[in-house]
T-cell receptor, first 115, second 114 residues
Framework: KAGVTQTPRYLIKTRGQQVTLSCSPI?????VSWYQQTPGQGLQFLFE???????NKGNFPGRFSGRQFSNSRSEMNVSTLELGDSALYLC??????????????FGPGTRLTVT | AQSVTQLGSHVSVSEGALVLLRCNYS??????LFWYVQYPNQGLQLLLK??????LVKGINGFEAEFKKSETSFHLTKPSAHMSDAAEYFC????????????FGKGTRLSVIA
């Protein structure tokens, strides 16, 4: 069974631009979560989607948004990029909602660099 | 609110020596507890998970962790370190209901010296 895939793997953007990252979950998984990983702040939860609905949201500004499609694929968008948005963005999928109840499988991440 | 503290951002052990990575948690409700491992340029992989079924949890690659409620700890151990164990390890907590997002510790980088 194919794992979680994230595209692109690497991305370089300029301040003020916007970016869209994509995540394809494991087949049959309906929940997708997004995390931001930085050396300073570590792993921080962004949001979780299940059946096209946002179920949980972390403490990030409104510039960070996401969505989930009917095939469970998910995208996250960051508008008006800032230097501090440089990070590894990780996507994780699980069978159902509830990050404690269901094992999450992580993708390799998208490395975003903002210059 | 839940939180996780991992003591030691970097731990170095000799090959064949005991690995001990420390994790203390704070949770107002019964927790789920996890240990994840991250190899360079990769995502996180679940090592083991505590779900209250047993206080000693065995995971993959020879790792295990013991849940100690009185000490609010969930330390990760492995009797004999291998070079391939060099990676970053994260402890995480979620509520027993499973409906709260995972809260991760800052991580501990494990180095294994030949």
């Amino acid at each position: 069974k194919a794992g979680v895939t994230q595209t692109p793997r690497y991305l370089i953007k300029t301040r003020g631009q916007q970016v869209t990252l994509s995540c394809s979950p494991i087949s049959g998984h309906r929940s997708v979560s997004w995390y931001q990983q930085t050396p300073g702040q570590g792993l921080q939860f962004l949001f979780e989607y299940f059946s096209e609905t946002q179920r949980n949201k972390g403490n990030f500004p409104g510039r960070f948004s996401g969505r989930q499609f009917s095939n469970s694929r998910s995208e996250m968008n960051v508008s008006t990029l800032e230097l501090g948005d440089s990070a590894l963005y990780l996507c994780a999928s699980s069978l159902a909602v509830g990050q404690g109840s269901y094992e999450q499988y992580f993708g390799p991440g998208t490395r975003l660099t903002v210059t | 609110a839940q939180s996780v503290t991992q003591l030691g951002s970097h731990v170095s052990v000799s090959e064949g020596a005991l690995v001990l990575l420390r994790c203390n948690y704070s949770s107002s409700v019964p927790p789920y507890l996890f240990w994840y491992v991250q190899y360079p340029n990769q995502g996180l992989q679940l090592l083991l998970k505590y779900t209250s079924a047993a206080t000693l949890v065995k995971g993959i690659n020879g790792f295990e962790a013991e849940f100690k409620k009185s000490e609010t700890s969930f330390h990760l151990t492995k009797p004999s370190a291998h070079m391939s164990d060099a990676a970053e390890y994260f402890c995480a907590v979620s509520s027993f209901s499973g409906n709260t997002p995972l809260v991760f510790g800052k991580g501990t980088r494990l180095s294994v010296i030949a």
